[in-house]
T-cell receptor, first 116, second 114 residues
Framework: EPEVTQTPSHQVTQMGQEVILRCVPISNHLYFYWYRQILGQKVEFLVSFYNNEISEKSEIFDDQFSVERPDGSNFTLKIRSTKLEDSAMYFC??????????????FGPGTRLTVT | AQSVSQHNHHVILSEAASLELGCNYSYGGTVNLFWYVQYPGQHLQLLLKYFSGDPLVKGIKGFEAEFIKSKFSFNLRKPSVQWSDTAEYFCAVNAYFGNEKLTFGTGTRLTIIP
């Protein structure tokens, strides 16, 4: 069964450094998402992406964050200058549907980002 | 704006006990409803989903949930839990139309005692 994959599984970085989290969505999917989960808290939406542009972003997704689909398979989240509070598990998700009623999102295993 | 409430933060049960986890949502339009499970050290997995039709939906591993529109609720149930059900359970909602973001509840940690 096709899966969303994410790399790396764990990233440790120093405050102020740039990080890029990588995701490979399921190949025929059209919508892509990033979520994050700070330890002990709920999963929060960051951004959605369709047709090579951002569809929606949350308040968390400020100018330090960017997303890109550099080729036909990868979907990346870049944090330009990391802060301690960016430490979290970051999940990528994708969904195949363009409109319609079936909106199941398929999640990747996550990247644990630790900012020191 | 959408919101999801899960009132049980931590539930501890013995094996074979029955389970019901509460989920209430707030949204002005038609919604899709989901329950996700996160086993220790693993990623989010879909347990079950409701889009339309029969409000009683069955998912994997013997779980089911009932959508009660008048109560804005989507409670998760299982008649007899197993030790392997120990996990974090998240209720989530998104808008019925469009590929909308998921809004998650705070999660319920379920601990099953053998």
């Amino acid at each position: 069964e096709p899966e969303v994959t994410q790399t790396p599984s764990h990233q440790v970085t120093q405050m102020g450094q740039e990080v890029i989290l990588r995701c490979v969505p399921i190949s025929n999917h059209l919508y892509f998402y990033w979520y994050r989960q700070i330890l002990g808290q709920k999963v929060e939406f960051l951004v959605s992406f369709y047709n090579n542009e951002i569809s929606e972003k949350s308040e968390i997704f400020d100018d330090q964050f960017s997303v890109e689909r550099p080729d036909g398979s990868n979907f990346t989240l870049k944090i330009r200058s990391t802060k301690l509070e960016d430490s979290a598990m970051y999940f990528c998700a994708s969904t195949p549907q363009l409109g319609g009623a079936n909106h199941e999102q398929y999640f990747g295993p996550g990247t644990r980002l630790t900012v020191t | 704006a959408q919101s999801v409430s899960q009132h049980n933060h931590h539930v501890i049960l013995s094996e074979a006990a029955s389970l019901e986890l509460g989920c209430n949502y707030s949204y002005g339009g038609t919604v899709n409803l989901f329950w996700y499970v996160q086993y220790p050290g693993q990623h989010l997995q879909l347990l079950l989903k409701y889009f339309s039709g029969d409000p009683l939906v069955k998912g994997i591993k013997g779980f089911e949930a009932e959508f009660i529109k008048s109560k804005f609720s989507f409670n998760l149930r299982k008649p007899s839990v197993q030790w392997s059900d120990t996990a974090e359970y998240f209720c989530a909602v998104n808008a019925y139309f469009g590929n909308e973001k998921l809004t998650f509840g705070t999660g319920t940690r379920l601990t099953i005692i053998p």
